[in-house]
């Protein structure tokens, strides 16, 4: 037996915390009557509704987006501002992204109703492998790539090593084009970074993600992963190697 709400979330349905309010607004069914309160739990035999439609009846679905700057990684925004799922007007299934990028980011963001594999590629033991490219104010000095290579403490504590390049410098403007992969995902992480080192981020964009890059896409297009990407996006996170 399983808390409701956390049945939603692993159906991929929404967020834990979503799931909730969907509970309180009324809108979950358990065997065909409406579940209100968020103590209840429930088994794999019992029938979950959530706006009326099964939650095991959705097919899996899995998509790459180009992220363009100026959109929110969630499924709405109270303010109103573009979102990652306005990008799929077509899709009848709950897709959600998995991670997020800031509004100000670009590059690529994977979209899924797949509960499970979302969780999986998050999961900070499977260290997937991310590159971002970075504008910065400011040219980094050997030193303070070497920071990044060991390893920089930042206020949640300290990173893990980065692989890090200086991609090309313009001294009249200074400002550089820095190169930077990491597998781990925390908040504001690649901008904390490099503000730490003192060359503060003008703009950012995620290159690639794991083995999947942007190539055949352009700022705002999306395309569906095919069955073999999701199984060796599965098979990197369960065996580590990236
Ligand atoms: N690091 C950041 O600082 N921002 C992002 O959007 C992604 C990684």
Redesign the pocket.
């Known amino acids: 037996m399983e808390r409701l709400q956390k049945v939603i979330a692993n159906a991929g349905i929404a967020s834990r915390r979503k799931a909730e309010e969907l509970i309180k607004e009324g809108r979950v069914k358990v065997n065909g009557k409406v579940v209100t309160e968020l103590g209840v739990k429930v088994s794999g035999n019992d029938q979950v509704e959530v706006d009326e439609i099964p939650i095991d009846k959705e097919e899996p679905i899995y998509f790459i987006l180009y992220k363009p700057s100026g959109v929110i990684s969630s499924v709405s925004d109270d303010k109103g501002r573009k979102v990652v799922t306005d990008f799929f007007p077509m899709i009848k299934q709950r897709i959600y992204p998995i991670g997020?990028?800031?509004y100000d980011?670009s590059g690529i963001i994977l979209l899924t109703n797949d509960g499970e594999f979302s969780n999986l590629l998050q999961h900070p033991k499977y260290e997937i492998n991310k590159e971002?490219i970075a504008k910065v104010k400011g040219i980094p000095t050997k030193e303070a790539i070497r920071k990044l290579e060991r390893g920089i403490q930042l206020e949640d504590g300290k990173t893990a090593p980065a692989q890090v390049k200086i991609m090309s410098m313009d001294n009249k403007k200074n400002t550089a084009i820095v190169r930077l992969i990491i597998h781990e995902g925390r908040n504001?992480?690649?901008?904390?970074m490099l503000e730490a080192i003192g060359t503060p981020?003008l703009k950012?964009k995620?290159e690639r993600y794991a083995f999947l890059d942007l190539s055949g896409l352009r700022s705002g297009d999306a395309r569906e992963l095919s069955p073999h990407e999701v199984k060796q996006l599965r098979a990197l996170a369960s065996t580590k190697h990236r």
């Open positions: 997020r990028l800031d980011t971002y504001r992480q690649v901008k904390r981020v950012l995620r």
